[in-house]
């Protein structure tokens, strides 16, 4: 968001995570970062507030966060040489207003296959335990991906792109020049 040259505070939500049973994995991101972002607007007078909500579907199977390092590992195991989706769901509310505009993007991220002592290094490094699908790649995960299709910055978890088309139906330009 600084990139985009936001002022912002950060506000855990608290909001339950749990995904909406029966949704697609794009429409549960979606609700869960609406979620979030009413739950925090809701605690505020006036100001944009942004939601965001990120998971991994491999499968059919969605990946969140791993409960701990096993599950992390399972889940790279799972990833290794093969393409899954990373899905994050946005969500912009007016905390003066209530209304909101969201949204969800879709990633395709292919993995090098991984060897055991990869995936038992990278895991005792503490970067995939708080991260959808078990990796983030805008750290030492990046050295597990082959290639991306689609918005990289979906993957690290703000589509930020996207973000500034919402925040431009509020009528604030992200860029300071005209967003078409």
Excluded: C, W
Aim: charged share 25%; proline share 4%.
């Amino acid at each position: 968001m600084r990139q985009m040259g936001l002022e912002f505070e950060v506000e855990p939500s608290d909001a339950d995570e749990s995904p909406p049973d029966g949704a697609s994995a794009a429409v549960a991101a979606e609700r869960l970062a609406l979620g979030k972002a009413r739950r925090v607007a809701s605690r505020r007078a006036e100001g944009l507030v942004i939601g965001a909500d990120t998971v991994v579907v491999i499968d059919g199977r969605v990946l969140g966060k791993p409960s701990g390092p096993e599950e992390a590992k399972a889940m790279l195991r799972q990833l290794s040489g093969r393409e899954h989706q990373v899905i994050t769901g946005i969500a912009v509310v007016d905390a003066a207003t209530a209304v909101s505009r969201s949204d969800s993007i879709s990633t395709g991220v292919r993995f090098v296959p991984l060897a055991q002592q990869l995936i038992d290094r990278y895991v005792a490094t503490g970067e995939p335990l708080d991260k959808a699908g078990g990796y983030g790649i805008q750290g030492y995960g990046a050295l597990l991906v082959e290639g991306i299709q689609g918005d990289y910055n979906n993957v690290v978890g703000l589509p930020v792109r996207r973000l500034a088309e919402l925040l431009g139906e509020f009528g604030y330009d992200a860029f300071g020049m005209g967003l078409e």
